[in-house]
């Protein structure tokens, strides 16, 4: 047993939002530790590496952590769903608990989501760390059955997936949880205590969609309610203006539209054709 049971762990090589602040305050309201690991490394080939880079660092520390991405927030403050899943894991002598994917509004599903993990400080974290971060994605993607796997994202999450699935000795170890327990998405959403953690995953502008909720709710860029931000940084939550989304959706429309055009450019020089 570590000094401390649990750590939330998020981290980059940037802060991009505001989700630090969200993912401290709970941590602070539940009594655990929170990690905001900033750093660079050597042959960090995708984005996506960072996260095992800074679950490697921290992992030793606890006695679990729970890794949030950048894009995810709590949303049911005073919900106590992660101890209880804690306690299920512990006392099924798991290693990790990882959400399905949120069947997305496109249609798109995955078999797992890797933007939040509960990891036990445990052997087999590590070989799945080992597995996970050594395996390249174009290698995984020669594996990938699109009906039995889902999306393929090209990134951490694929590996994860790949090793979750191939090697033997993880195999009775982790828990595929229901997304409202661990990572769901806005439009599941009617009331903020609907699931644990809202994530916004995938290309666009994640703000305006991080922001659109936020709205939503009366809560600012934080996601957090306006009482518990004052009390833990003093100050008022940052306001989301209706210009301001309103300039971000017109953003929006044009990219969609430029992305229309240059799919149109490239389909007539590969086909020659207009139509
Ligand atoms: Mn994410």
Redesign the pocket.
């Known amino acids: 047993m570590t000094a401390t049971r649990l750590a939330i762990v998020t981290g980059g090589s940037a802060v991009r939002y505001y989700s630090h602040l969200n993912q401290a305050i709970f941590a602070a309201e539940h009594g655990f530790a929170h990690r905001l690991e900033l750093s660079v490394a050597r042959d960090v080939f995708s984005p996506y590496w960072y996260k095992f880079l800074a679950i490697r660092r921290t992992l030793p520390d606890y006695d679990w952590i729970l890794w949030m991405?950048d894009?995810?927030y709590f949303t049911d403050w005073g919900g106590h769903r992660i101890e209880d899943l804690l306690e299920r894991l512990e006392a099924e002598d798991r290693f990790l608990a990882i959400s399905e994917g949120a069947p997305e509004l496109d249609g798109s599903w995955t078999r797992v989501n890797s933007?939040v993990m509960l990891l036990r400080n445990d052997p087999r974290s590590t070989r799945l760390l080992d597995l996970a971060s050594s395996a390249h994605p174009s290698a995984v993607r020669e594996w990938w059955d699109d009906d039995r796997d889902g999306m393929f994202t090209d990134g951490d999450q694929d590996t994860i997936w790949w090793a979750l699935s191939t090697a033997p000795e993880l195999h009775d170890g982790f828990v595929v949880t229901d997304h409202r327990l661990l990572n769901s998405r806005a439009e599941y959403y009617e009331s903020l205590d609907d699931a644990t953690i809202v994530?916004?995953?995938g290309p666009g502008d994640k703000e305006l969609r991080m922001w659109s909720f936020a709205q939503r709710f009366g809560l600012g860029k934080e996601l957090v309610p306006g009482d518990l931000l004052r009390t833990y940084t003093g100050k008022a939550p940052r306001q989301i203006t209706r210009t301001e989304l309103a300039a971000r959706r017109v953003g929006e429309r044009s990219a969609a539209a430029q992305k229309r055009v240059r799919r149109k450019i490239d389909w007539v020089r590969t086909t020659g054709r207009w139509r």
Do not use: E, K, Q
Request: glycine share 14%; proline share 14%.
């Open positions: 991405d894009d995810a933007g994530h916004f995953p």
